[in-house]
T-cell receptor, first 113, second 111 residues
Framework: ETGVTQSPTHLIKTRGQQVTLRCSSQ?????VSWYQQALGQGPQFIFQ???????GRGNFPPRFSGLQFPNYSSELNVNALELDDSALYLC????????????FGPGTRLLVL | KQEVTQIPAALSVPEGENLVLNCSFT??????LQWFRQDPGKGLTSLLL?????REQTSGRLNASLDKSSGRSTLYIAASQPGDSATYLC??????????FGKGTRLSVIA
């Protein structure tokens, strides 16, 4: 157990809808990163938040957005859902710093129909 | 751009066998490399983290090595057990993005 929690565990949406996924970071961690893992692939970096500001972004369109709150928990929002957004969404928390270990939550499985 | 490759993509071995999983990366300027285990439909469990200044790390039956100059890492599993069946992911921290992952090796240990 890493102390990182995510909700919900599973979610089914239809194309065009919007979704919000939530992540609570491990106690003391001020950085949260989000990853998308399609079936049979490795996780792909979406973005990272540090002290409530976006601190790096991968190759994802603007309809993927996020927030980090003062308690360092975080949300991932996806607008105008597409079928290819179906994936496991993972969040990871860490301390700030490029060499710090990231601790992953159990993930949210999103299915877009 | 950092790219991570894992070979083989899938591996099936009889129980008790020792095995090696391979990971290669294209940019040797890394901070650390991490091996994860992922059970079907689940999140990632960190197995071993090797800092760029280290050559290997051990935890129980697992040993991970790092050769940064050649861009390679191996995960050695001794005396494999059916409970080791999972997908093993290698991830590299280059500092620019938090982690770059390979696609994983799917391991099946047959009793």
């Amino acid at each position: 157990e890493t102390g990182v929690t995510q909700s919900p565990t599973h979610l089914i949406k239809t194309r065009g809808q919007q979704v919000t996924l939530r992540c609570s970071s491990q106690s003391g961690h001020n950085t949260v990163s989000w990853y998308q893992q399609a079936l049979g692939q490795g996780p792909q970096f979406i973005f990272q938040y540090y002290r409530e500001e976006e601190n790096g972004r991968g190759n994802f369109p603007p309809r993927f957005s996020g927030l980090q709150f003062p308690n360092y928990s975080s949300e991932l929002n996806v607008n105008a859902l597409e079928l290819d957004d179906s994936a496991l969404y993972l969040c990871a928390s860490s301390l700030a710093g490029r060499s710090e270990t990231q601790y992953f939550g159990p993930g949210t499985r999103l299915l877009v129909l | 751009k950092q790219e991570v490759t894992q070979i083989p993509a899938a591996l099936s071995v009889p129980e008790g066998e020792n095995l090696v999983l391979n990971c290669s990366f294209t940019d040797s300027a890394i901070y650390n490399l991490q091996w994860f285990r992922q059970d079907p439909g689940k999140g990632l469990t960190s197995l071993l983290l090797i800092q760029s200044s280290q050559r290997e790390q051990t935890s129980g039956r697992l040993n991970a090595s790092l050769d940064k100059s050649s861009g390679r890492s191996t995960l050695y599993i001794a005396a494999s057990q059916p409970g080791d069946s999972a997908t093993y992911l290698c991830a590299v921290n280059s500092g620019n993005t938090p982690l770059v992952f390979g696609k994983g090796t799917r391991l099946s240990v047959i009793a």
